[in-house]
């Protein structure tokens, strides 16, 4: 779902996943988006100057996926 939720988003782009790793490429620092998303309660790793890397567990429920979507659109949206 988050890989989903990022189509149409600006400045951010993430490949369907085939595991629960989902890898999205930024066009502003992944370390300012990471720094920016664990602001906001949301954890993510800046594996390349571009990319950051969303994990998902059986702990994360519907509510946290939403909490996490919700995060990326409004980021997305600042940097639009």
Not at 70 to 78: C, G, H, I, R, T
């Amino acid at each position: 779902r988050i890989a989903e939720a990022c189509e149409g988003l600006p400045g951010i782009n993430a490949r369907q996943p085939q595991t629960n790793i989902v890898m999205i490429e930024t066009d502003a620092p992944a370390e300012e988006w990471q720094e920016r998303l664990e602001s906001k309660d949301v954890f993510c790793y800046a594996v390349d100057p571009n990319r950051i890397r969303m994990v998902t567990h059986n702990d994360v429920d519907d509510p946290a996926i939403n909490h996490a979507i919700d995060a990326l659109a409004e980021l997305a949206s600042d940097w639009d």
